[in-house]
């Protein structure tokens, strides 16, 4: 399953070059995926932090050409894989025809005492 994230660069993304400083595209990454969840899985944040949670594990990132102040990116998500209580995906962010950045993922669901547990129903059937 395939999500696609619009984003404008706006000026709080960016260094005194008028690029994107790095850590921002975290930030986006992370706007990616709470929109992939409240869109595509029936599952807002709002709702889902009252009493479970989904911390990133692991990100691994690629930039391959800097954004900057006024660019159009579409960040695509990709889920890669669904185990018990984590998820594997992707992301490339692209602009026009160039790569920005690309980048993986694992998440893992977790409950109010911090400990993995499995999915909800709804998220898996969301998913495949």
Same mark, same amino acid.
Not at 50 to 56: G, S
Not at 74 to 101: K, P, Q, W
């Given at each position: 399953?395939?999500?696609?994230?619009?984003?404008?660069i706006l000026f709080r993304h960016c260094d005194p070059?008028?690029?994107?400083?790095?850590?921002?595209?975290?930030?986006?990454?992370?706007?990616?995926?709470?929109?992939?969840?409240?869109?595509?899985?029936?599952l807002p944040y709002d709702k889902l932090h009252e009493?479970?949670?989904?911390? $990133?594990?692991?990100?691994? =990132?690629? %930039?391959? !050409?800097? @954004?900057? #102040?006024?660019?159009?990116?579409?960040?695509?998500?990709?889920?890669?894989?669904?185990?018990?209580?984590?998820?594997?995906?992707?992301?490339?962010? $692209?602009?026009?025809?160039? =790569?920005? %950045?690309? !980048?993986? @993922?694992? #998440?893992?669901?977790?409950?109010?005492?911090?400990?993995?547990?499995?999915?909800?129903?709804?998220?898996?059937?969301?998913?495949?």
């Amino acid at each position: 399953m395939n999500f696609v994230f619009p984003q404008k660069i706006l000026f709080r993304h960016c260094d005194p070059a008028g690029m994107v400083f790095y850590p921002r595209y975290f930030e986006l990454i992370n706007d990616c995926v709470e929109a992939f969840f409240e869109q595509k899985l029936g599952l807002p944040y709002d709702k889902l932090h009252e009493q479970n949670a989904i911390p $990133t594990v692991e990100i691994t =990132t690629q %930039f391959k !050409a800097p @954004s900057r #102040l006024g660019d159009e990116i579409a960040i695509t998500l990709a889920n890669t894989r669904i185990g018990c209580s984590s998820m594997d995906l992707s992301f490339v962010a $692209t602009c026009g025809d160039e =790569t920005r %950045f690309e !980048a993986r @993922s694992t #998440l893992v669901f977790v409950n109010s005492e911090g400990r993995s547990t499995g999915w909800p129903e709804t998220v898996l059937k969301a998913l495949n």
